[in-house]
């Protein structure tokens, strides 16, 4: 029987890189893994083919010698009766890319395996963004039993060795042509068990508490940003490391600023007036100062005004940005009867040089039209 080609065994190229390779390893062995696919000769046997061609194709010289004469590199003693393994045989791949699916832990002796990482939503102003704050928060967290000293056994007692996998943490099973290893049922991988638990913690080692932290928020932080404590989450299980704390921040909306990375932008309405004869306004900014803004005459709709260093600081840095105030030209309304009268008396007074812009935009339409009717 003509054995299937190692690369479309995979799904990959010729030209695939070792990370190509794990990944598409990884992805059809969990397909196929006799755990998933019980009493399943047809997945058993795919599962050994995917193996066996990783194996050959991650070590750069076999893959050189199975590019060269293919299946051949491996018959006649070339890498042991027609397959690629060495001597660790298939189990060692599988804990190799697998880690705690094969039975790889990643407790250490005793059980002593790393707390949990703890997440803490903050949220601030803009202004505490730009000045920077030192914040107290409190949290919940599991932290190591001091009855028990983190052990989980009662004061005076001690953890035994795991009768049922002799304190490895993991029992090996044969499963077809595998030999695989899985966690101890008996201690949940930990290597020992515990007879009589801390009245305390019930075994566990970690009690809940709650504990306030200082957390440094600096200068210029920006929304989205991910502030990290280590060692600040909760009691790993019997004495293990703690895990850390994650501060992920967000920054409230402001009223008048809208931020775009270190700048900032304000939306200011005007009068057409202002806007018609010139005039100037002030306008605060995000550091608590006022500065005024001239208008110059003639100002359009949209118009742009840059104040130069008033915008936000740049985390960890000299540098600040500029802030970007935009006018809005606001229409008269809810006129008196004088106002209308001089509003109208304006309007037959004006030329077609007071309003360039409209007057070339409906120019432009007339003769667009006027081509369409040609």
């Known amino acids: 029987m003509t054995k299937a080609d190692y ?8 030209d695939a890189d070792e990370k190509a390779l794990k990944s598409a390893f990884r992805k059809r062995a969990m397909k196929y893994h006799p755990d998933r696919n019980p009493n399943d000769a047809e997945a058993e046997a795919k599962f050994k083919e995917l193996g066996e061609a990783y194996e050959a194709l991650k070590d750069p010289q076999k893959r050189a010698a199975y590019d060269r004469f293919g299946h051949a590199a491996f018959e006649n003693g070339g890498g042991g009766g027609g397959s690629p393994f060495g001597g660790g045989g298939m189990s060692d791949i599988f804990e190799d890319i697998f880690g705690e699916m094969m039975g790889g832990g990643r407790r250490s002796s005793g059980g002593r395996s790393r707390g949990a990482d703890l997440r803490y939503n903050m949220e601030i102003s803009l202004e505490e963004a730009f000045e920077g704050k030192t914040a107290e928060i ?16 009662k004061p005076g007692t001690s953890p035994s060795t ?19 290893q899985r966690t101890c049922p008996a201690c949940q991988g930990r290597g020992e068990v515990i007879s009589e638990p801390c009245d305390d913690c019930a075994g566990s080692g970690t009690t809940e508490q709650s504990k306030t932290l200082s957390v440094n928020v600096p200068a210029g932080i920006e929304d989205g940003t ?3 404590l280590a060692g600040e989450g909760e009691a790993g299980a019997r004495g293990g490391p703690q895990g850390d704390l994650y501060i992920f921040l967000s920054i409230r909306p402001h009223e008048f600023f809208q931020r775009d990375s270190a700048d900032i932008y304000c939306r200011v309405p005007i009068s057409m007036t202002t806007a018609a004869l010139g005039g ?13 803004v001239k ?7 949209g118009k742009q005004f840059r104040l130069r260093s008033k915008g936000m600081p740049v985390m960890r840095s000299s540098q600040v940005g500029d802030m970007y105030i935009q006018v809005a030209i606001e229409t008269p309304s809810n006129l008196s009867k004088r106002q209308r009268e001089l509003l109208t008396e304006f309007e037959q007074l004006s030329s077609e040089e007071n309003s360039p812009e409209s007057t070339g935009f409906f120019s432009r339409m007339k003769g667009f039209f006027n081509g369409l009717a040609d």
Do not use: H, M, W
């Open 162 to 180: 795991c009768g049922t996998c002799g304190g490895v943490g993991q029992v090996r099973a044969s499963q077809g042509f595998f030999s695989i």
């Open 226 to 228: 991910r502030i990290r």
């Open 280 to 292: 100037q306004f002030e306008v605060g900014t995000v550091d608590g100062s006022k500065t005024r």
């Open 138 to 153: 409190e949290i919940p967290t599991a932290i190591t039993c001091e009855n028990c000293d983190g052990s989980g056994a």
């Open 7 to 14: 690369y479309e065994t995979l799904g990959v190229s010729r």
């Open 295 to 301: 208008v110059p005459e003639g100002t359009q709709n």
